[in-house]
């Protein structure tokens, strides 16, 4: 009896951590593993290669292309969805707007990251098609043939029509976040900030954001992480084209463990992007001295 | 926060190496439970399990598209009925899915018994491991059966030892389709020459209309045009050579020649090559935008369906005056069926093999698809005139040179299709391109080794 | 001065307005434009895709529908109710276990499995896809369900555990007196009253098991078995693309989580504000 009552515990929380252990852990010490290996998709063969895999990736051509575009998918998307995010959500909870109008624009808002990223893919790739497509239809119905593109098709261009993509679909879900971490500020701070002629951004900055720290620091990670295990936005529009100038880790990955029949190469990018995104949330956890999350 | 987090980290490292098999365990039960609950339904659960004697065979394809995927599932289910023992699964995916999807399934358990394979390295490199079954026997024992197959297509489904692998499904070839009504209207006529051919391409820009359409989104249209223009400029030989990953260099100056050419057509194609796909482009020459197509033949249904009118016609790939290559090859490949070396029927595949792809199932599928397998004289049984000079084009050409995608090891081939991919917005060089692409060659070899 | 100061914040009203408003064109726009070109044929839509259609094509839907969205449909549904259903106990259990027990090595389970938010999926991927083929499960619903429910479980787990936290004690206290045991705790107190925040995790992970994309294009391979995303690809045919029917696919397939949000917005909302980080 008194034995039993000193297992409970552990029945609530073995379950759950078998299957991060199992699932999430397991999988990610094995991706070591392989990755100083050589092995393919169909063949039994392992050939142990040391760190020759990371060679590869580090002086493959498109790694620097690979880093750039994954950067600046970051870059953007902590500029734009986490800070602009944030903006809009200060803007729906001041009270110059009524209530009604305020959820209507944030569900309208949040719809995007409701629907699926190949669907979102797909859509866009409509929306950048040259003959066809959404943007160079309007250029040319307002007369500015000259600023018409090719949009994914571009070398230059590509990465950012991904990127802004991203951002259509995802400012919506931070800012419905932030509303929410705003919500549990008391709302009188938020007031005084929005009204008050004297610098209403730099109270904000002062009062509420401060309040808010802890779900913006979760929304930053969120982001930061998402950027570095960028895929389905890539795979679902230019595949990393036109040539490579849209390639990102995910996709790299991807394709060198299901394309090139290169596991041990997928592997080593695996490790690399397991490095980044611990990185990075250790040391966003870091900067806002919140240790104790 | 850090030092604890390091401990932490070094306690979970132990904790997962002890706990590792533990959690397999654990998870294999929580699958019974669920399992329980119905959700799992793998696709071997709906077969009847192993019931006496009938045999189960998988087959996987990459036709899920209407009306192929109907009238493949159609005969398949005439087949069962003229064979009550043989019962099939059928899985099937699109087209680049399909080639990531049959590379993880080949070497495992679930293999199918019978899979769509390309021909060439495609289809080599999983000879290289044995897994698949060597037809060449059966067909010596059925004479009668070789007989009735094009040699043409049939030797691209055979190694250089002379291992048979596969049975061609469908026959395509790539060709120049051209609006007759524009060329009329222009006073052009069908080019037979480089020189004739940028001559019109000239012609019809002045009239105001970009004269190609191409959509190279997917990077293998575009690899197309540089299949063909290689056959020309570069000879057999030296090709040959480069297109095996063991040896392949690409060091002859008429690769780059080739890239040079191909840049000059670019020039000639609608708006945003790289942003289309080829079907999107091709909608452009069914609409009269455009004047000329360079198109596969399996696309003259798509062609017909889109625009029911259209006066259209075919020439060959231009020839260029001087050039060392061959000049009578076609470019295209046939596309078939293999059957893996782990199958546990391989007499019941291969007999199912020789009726699917046979001269009978033949004659229907050009008749509802529009698409001809490699049995010998099925035009006899063609009733659509543009069905049957397509029929022509294959049945005539002495040898065919198959996709230049399929042709490559998967490295070279993605280098290459990037390259060509960067040729086609002008960001690169044709010199600098071969230079990229040499080194991945180079490194292949190793890795083909 | 009042005057002014009135003034001012109704300008401020009015650019606010025109503001939002216009961002609500920027999400709503492309999306009608979509909705239009839906309704075409794939002719006209190449050829003006700004143009209203001749004949309106609502048949485009029901191609879409019948090209398997139905069979894609039933598949998300099952791996989704599955893996949520599994997803809140394990992480309602883990969330309870270690806010109610001081456990030896609490901290550092606790830490274990927040850690599995920074891993991404790519990098299992291959493992994963390896692991899943030796267990017999690689191609079976399973072979989804599994993954999913182990990589949702550390966020789930990290917002109820800031709710369940915020419980007051008093309550469990009265029912121990009352002879129940911590099971019983669990069942009747603590999930009831968490129903909120049970709400918002189920839609947040909703969410991202019904568009997952990666795990499903990899462990599966039979068409029967395919979720929505995945099936959404197979429009997109090699040498033939049906793109109208393939807009009405996308738009059919989008509208089940956009409606369900809309409906639950309010609850959705409340959920997280009460189980939002620190609550």
Known sequence: MKKKKNLAPYAY?????????????????????????????????????????????????????????????????????????????????????????????RNIYFIPALVS?????????????????????????????????????????????????????????????????????SRDYIEAAVIDGAGPVRRAWNIVLPLAKEQLLVCSIITVIGAFKLFTEVYSTTVGGPGNSSQVLGLFLYQNAFLHDDMGMAAATGVLIFIITVTASIFQLKVSHSGEV | ????????????????????????????????????????????????????????????????????????????????????????????????????????????????????????????????????????????????????????????????????????????????????????????????????????????????MDPIAEGNQDKWPSAHYIGALN??????????????????????????????????????????????????????????????????????????????????????????????????????????FAVSSKTKYPDECVEFLKWFLGAETGAQ???????????????KTLTDESLKSAYDVIANAEKMDIWFDNALYSTVCDEYLTQISDITNGDVTPTDAMAKIQKVAKEAQSLAQ | MADKYIIKTRIQKVLLHVFLLLLVCIILFPVCWLVLNSLKTNQEMFLNSLALPKKWMFVNYATAWGKGLFFYFKNSVIVSAISIFFILLLSSMLAYGLTRFQLPGGTFVF???????????????????????????YNTRLALILPYIAFRIPFTMFLMRAYFISIPKELEEAAIVDGCNSFQRFTRIILPISKPVLASCAIVNLNNVWNEFLFANVFLENKKLMTIPLGLMTFQGDLKSDYVVMLAGILIASLPMVLLFLCMSKQFVRGLTAGAVKG
């Open chain 1, 13 to 105: 929380v073995i379950p759950g951590l078998l299957m991060v252990l199992g699932f999430v852990y397991i999988p990610i010490i094995v991706n070591l593993v392989y990755s100083f290996f050589r092995l393919s998709s169909y063949s039994a063969s392992m050939k142990f290669v040391g760190l020759d895999n990371f060679r590869r990736l580090f002086t493959n051509e498109t790694f620097p292309i690979m880093i750039r575009n994954n950067v600046y998918y970051c870059v953007i998307s902590l500029i734009c969805q986490v800070g602009f995010g944030t903006f809009l959500a200060f803007m729906l909870e001041s009270n110059l707007i009524g209530d009604r109008f305020k959820t209507v624009c």
């Open chain 3, 111 to 137: 830490f274990l499995i927040l850690g599995g938010m920074a891993l991404s999926e790519q990098v299992a991927l291959v493992p994963l896809y390896k692991i899943l083929q030796a267990l017999k499960l």
């Open chain 2, 231 to 336: 056959e020309q400029l570069v000879t057999d030989e030296t090709r040959a050579a480069d297109y095996n990953p063991k040896s392949g260099e690409f060091t002859d100056p008429g690769y780059a020649e080739a890239l040079e050419k191909y840049q000059q057509l670019v020039s000639y194609m609608n708006i945003g090559v790289n942003g289309m796909t080829h079907d999107m482009a091709r909608l452009g020459f069914t609409q009269g935008q455009n004047a000329i197509l360079f198109g596969e033949l399996v696309e003259i249904t798509n062609i017909k369906q889109e625009n029911p009118d259209l006066n259209w016609g075919m020439f060959k790939f231009p020839e260029i005056e001087g050039a060392k290559g061959n000049m009578n090859l076609v470019s295209g490949a046939p596309e078939g």
């Open chain 2, 1 to 208: 926060m850090t030092r604890k987090f390091k401990k932490a980290l070094s306690l979970g490292m132990a904790a997962i190496m002890t706990l590792g098999l533990t959690a397999c365990g654990g998870s294999s039960d929580s699958t019974a439970t669920t399992a329980a609950g119905g959700a799992a339904t793998t696709a071997d659960a709906s077969a009847p399990a192993a019931s006496g004697d009938t045999k189960v065979i998988k087959l996987f394809h990459r036709f899920p598209d209407d009306p192929c995927n109907g009238f493949i599932e159609s005969k398949i289910a005439e087949y069962e009925s003229l064979h009550p023992e043989i019962k099939f699964e059928v899985t099937s995916a699109q087209n680049q899915p399909y080639k990531e999807k049959i590379k993880v399934v080949v070497g495992s358990d679930e293999c199918p018994d019978i899979f769509f394979s390309f021909c060439g390295e495609f289809s080599e490199r999983f000879i290289r491991e044995g897994l698949l079954l060597d037809l060449t026997p059966y067909m010596e024992a059925d004479q009668e059966w070789k007989d009735s197959l094009m040699e043409s297509q049939m030797k691209e489904y055979t190694t250089a030892d002379g291992m048979v692998y596969g049975i061609p499904f469908r026959l395509d070839a790539k060709e120049f389709f051209y609006n007759k009504d524009i060329f009329t209207k222009l006073g052009l006529e069908a080019p037979q020459t480089w020189d004739q051919f940028i001559e019109v391409l000239d012609k019809i820009k002045e009239s105001g």
């Open chain 2, 365 to 379: 599928q050009a008749e509802q698809v529009g698409w001809f397998n490699a049995s010998k004289g099925l035009d």
């Open chain 1, 117 to 185: 990223l190949t669907a979102v893919g797909m859509m866009f790739n409509f929306i950048y098609n040259p003959q066809m497509g959404l943007l160079n239809t309007m250029l040319k119905h307002f007369g500015f043939v000259s600023l018409q593109q090719t949009w994914l098709g571009d070398r230059n261009l590509a990465i950012f029509c991904i990127i802004a993509m991203s951002q259509w679909q995802f400012t919506g879900y931070i800012t419905l976040l932030m509303v929410v971490a705003f919500q549990n500020v």
